[in-house]
C-alpha cells in the first residue's frame, strides 16, 4: 500500500480523506492556501504545505501541488471533489511525475467530460439516454428541426458544461437564436470549448444517480441510488438514500445500465451515473468521475468506506467486496449545512463562527472542518458540514435529522439549518413526492411564511467607509433583491446612503451562491453606459448613430465568468462606443454614450 498521499483540496473532504488515510495506516500530507492554515484538515494531517499564491487560485495550481507532492515524498494524489478533481491534464501532469492519481484514468476523465461523448458512450452501452443529438449542434436551423422531431421545450447545453452552466432551455422557435449563441457563448468562456448539444428537455424531473466502482481487475459494482433532488440553482441542499418510492424494477434497471456504462469505459474508481426519473422511466445525464460531496449517504446505508476503495484501487487492488455481499440497510440523509441565509434568497454569509456545537449520538455523523472560532474563508465554498443521518426506515431517519438539526448549534453566521428542518417538515418531502423543482417552486413561499419562527443570525455585514466626507451619511438597508439574467438569478443587496432626507448614493454588490457575480449599469442620467466591474465586452449589438429603444440590447457584457446583457435604460441615439468587443476594462469603464434622439 501507499506510504504517503498528499490532499490536493481543503475543508470537509480533505477531513474525510485524512480519517480513510489514518485507518489504512497512510501518511496525510496537506496543503493550505494562506488563509486557510487554521483549517482542520491542517492540523489533522501529518505534514502539512503552505501553496504560494492567490487563494482563490493556489488549490487549482497542478504544477505547484505536484511539487509539494514529489518534495514530500507521497505516491499518490487524491484530488477530493471540486478543483482539479476532474482535471484530466492534472491526472496525466501527475502519471507523468510518477504520482498516482486517485481517480479514474485521465481519458475516461477527458471523455466523460465531454457531455456528447458520453452521451455516445452510454447509447452505445444500451443506456437509455435523455432524446437528442449525439453529435454536436452548429446552427440554428438544425435546432429548429429538431424542434419539430422532438417538440418543445429543448435544452441546449454545452458540451463541455455540467451542473447547469451552458444550460439554456428553449420554449418556442423564436427563442432558438439567442439560446444557441449564449449555451456556445458560456461554453467557450467557461469550459474552452463551444461545443453544444440538444436534448429534449423534461420538466420536473427528480434526480436519482448511482454510485459505482470499477477497479484495474475489470470489476465493477454499483452501490445503490441517491436521491439529490432536493436543490437550489443546481445546488444540492439535502440528499438521501435509498431514494423514496422508487419501484425494485425500476431501480434494478438503472443499477444494471450503471454498471453497463462503467464496463464500456473501463471504469476504475468511485464514480456517479446522473439519471432523471420521471415515474418508471429514466435517463442517463452525465458521468461524474469523482468522490461526490453526498457520498457519505451511501457509506451510512451500505457499510463500505469509498474512499478507502478509491485508494486501494488506485494502488492497483481489487474491490474489497462483491456486489452479492452489500445490500441497503436502512435509510440515510445528508444535510448540507451552508453558511448562507435561507431567508435571505441563500445569500453567503462569511464571518466568524462564534459557538459550534455538534449533534452527537448514535446515528449521527458529521463531516466538517469548522470549529468553534474558525473565520469562514469567501474564497471558497460555502459548505460548513454535512450532516449525516441514519434509519432503520425513512421515518425514523427524517425524525432523527430533525433532532440532530435542533442540536446544532452553530452562532455568529447565518446557516441552511431551518432550512433542512422546514424541509423535514414539508408534506410534499415527507411523502417523497419532490422534483428538482420544488425548492424553488413550491418551497420559497414557505421560507418567506416560516422566516419569523427563526432567530435572526447576527449578521457578520462589515461596514463600508461612508463615501461623502464630512458630511452626515446614514445607511439604509441593504436590502435584497432577486434579480434574472439570462434565466439566471442573482442575489442584489442595495444599500442607500442617505444624507438628511435624499440619497446620495447606491452601494449595489450582487452575489449567487457559488454563482460568480455579474452587474454592469448604465447610468440613466448621463448617457453613460458604465461596466460596474473588471470584465470583458463580448458583443457588441449596436453601432455608432443607431437609434435605440429602451429596453434594446446593447451589448453582451462578462464580469466574473458570468455573462450579461446590457439594456438600454432609455430611447435615444449611439452617441459613442469607446470600447471594442473582445476588450477587457476596468469598472467604471464608460463602455458607451447613448445620447437623446
Ligand atoms: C436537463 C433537465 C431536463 N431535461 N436536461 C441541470 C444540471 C445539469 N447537470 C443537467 N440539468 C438538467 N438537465 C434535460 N434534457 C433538467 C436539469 C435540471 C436538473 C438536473 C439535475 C438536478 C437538478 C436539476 C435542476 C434543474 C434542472
Known amino acids: 500500500m501507499f506510504e504517503k498521499v498528499l490532499i490536493a483540496n481543503r475543508g470537509e473532504i480533505a477531513v474525510r480523506i485524512i480519517s480513510a488515510l489514518r485507518e489504512m495506516g497512510i501518511k496525510a500530507v496537506s496543503i493550505y492556501s494562506t488563509p486557510d492554515k487554521p483549517s482542520r484538515h491542517v492540523q489533522l494531517a501529518d505534514e502539512s504545505y503552505e501553496l504560494t499564491g492567490p487563494p482563490n487560485k493556489v488549490y487549482l495550481d497542478g504544477s505547484q501541488i505536484i511539487e509539494i507532492a514529489k518534495k514530500s515524498g507521497a505516491e499518490a494524489i487524491h484530488p477530493g471533489y471540486g478543483f482539479l478533481a476532474e482535471n484530466a491534464e492534472f491526472a496525466e501532469a501527475c502519471a507523468k511525475a510518477g504520482i498516482t492519481f486517485i481517480g479514474p484514468k485521465p481519458d475516461v476523465i477527458r471523455r466523460m467530460g465531454s457531455k456528447v461523448e458520453s452521451r455516445r458512450v452510454m447509447e452505445a452501452a444500451g443506456v437509455p439516454v435523455v432524446p437528442g443529438t449525439l453529435n454536436p449542434v452548429t446552427s440554428v436551423e438544425a435546432v429548429k428541426e429538431l424542434g419539430v422531431q422532438y417538440g418543445y421545450p429543448l435544452a441546449i447545453k454545452a458540451s463541455a458544461g455540467g451542473g447547469g452552466r451552458g444550460l439554456r432551455v428553449v420554449r418556442k422557435e423564436e427563442e432558438i437564436e439567442s439560446a444557441l449563441s449564449g449555451a456556445q457563448r458560456e461554453g467557450s468562456s467557461y469550459f474552452g470549448s463551444g461545443e453544444v448539444y440538444v436534448e429534449k428537455y423534461l420538466d420536473k424531473p427528480r434526480h436519482i444517480e448511482i454510485q459505482i466502482l470499477g477497479d484495474t481487475k475489470g470489476n465493477v459494482v454499483h452501490l445503490f441510488e441517491r436521491d439529490c433532488s432536493s436543490q437550489r440553482r443546481h445546488q444540492k441542499l439535502l440528499e438521501e438514500s435509498p431514494g423514496a418510492n422508487l419501484s425494485p424494477a425500476l431501480k434494478q434497471k438503472m443499477f444494471d445500465a450503471a454498471i453497463a456504462g462503467a464496463k464500456a469505459l473501463g471504469y476504475t474508481s468511485a464514480g456517479t451515473i446522473e439519471c432523471l426519473v420521471f415515474g418508471e422511466e429514466f435517463y442517463f445525464l452525465e458521468v461524474n468521475t469523482r468522490v461526490q460531496v453526498e457520498h457519505p449517504i451511501t457509506e451510512a446505508i451500505t457499510g463500505i468506506d469509498i474512499v478507502k476503495e478509491q485508494i486501494r484501487i488506485a494502488h492497483g487492488e481489487p474491490i474489497s467486496f462483491k456486489q452479492s455481499d452489500v445490500s441497503v440497510r436502512g435509510h440515510a440523509i445528508e444535510c448540507r449545512i451552508n453558511a448562507e441565509d435561507p431567508f435571505k434568497q441563500f445569500m453567503p454569509a462569511p464571518g466568524k463562527i462564534t459557538t459550534w456545537s455538534e449533534p452527537r449520538g448514535a446515528w449521527v455523523r458529521v463531516d466538517s472542518a469548522c470549529y468553534q472560532g474558525y473565520e469562514i474563508q469567501p474564497f471558497y465554498d460555502s459548505l460548513l458540514a454535512k450532516l449525516i443521518v441514519w434509519g432503520r426506515t425513512r421515518e425514523e431517519a427524517i425524525a432523527r435529522t430533525k433532532i440532530a438539526l435542533k442540536d446544532f448549534v452553530i452562532e455568529g453566521v447565518a446557516t441552511t439549518v431551518p432550512f433542512h428542518l422546514l424541509l423535514l417538515e414539508d408534506k410534499s418531502f415527507v411523502e417523497g413526492k419532490i422534483d428538482t423543482m420544488f425548492v424553488e417552486r413550491d418551497f420559497k413561499k414557505v421560507l418567506i411564511e416560516k422566516a419569523n419562527e427563526f432567530p435572526k443570525p447576527i449578521p457578520a455585514v462589515k461596514e463600508a467607509a461612508a463615501p461623502v466626507a464630512n458630511a452626515q451619511v446614514k445607511r439604509i438597508g441593504p436590502r435584497n433583491f432577486e434579480v434574472n439574467v439570462n434565466q439566471r438569478s442573482f442575489t442584489v443587496a442595495v444599500t442607500e446612503l442617505v444624507e438628511g432626507k435624499e440619497p446620495v448614493a ?92
Open 506 to 597: 447606491q452601494q449595489a454588490s450582487v452575489s449567487a451562491p457559488k454563482a460568480p457575480a455579474v452587474k454592469a449599469e448604465n447610468n440613466g442620467h448621463s448617457g453613460d453606459v458604465k461596466a460596474e466591474m473588471h470584465g470583458l465586452v463580448k458583443e457588441l449589438h449596436v453601432k455608432e448613430g443607431q437609434e435605440v429603444s429602451i429596453g434594446q440590447k446593447l451589448l453582451i457584457f462578462e464580469a466574473m465568468k458570468m455573462e450579461s446583457e446590457i439594456l438600454a435604460k432609455k430611447a435615444g441615439i449611439v452617441k459613442n462606443i469607446k470600447v471594442k468587443a473582445g476588450e477587457t476594462v476596468e469598472s467604471a469603464t464608460v463602455l458607451l454614450v447613448l445620447g437623446d434622439k
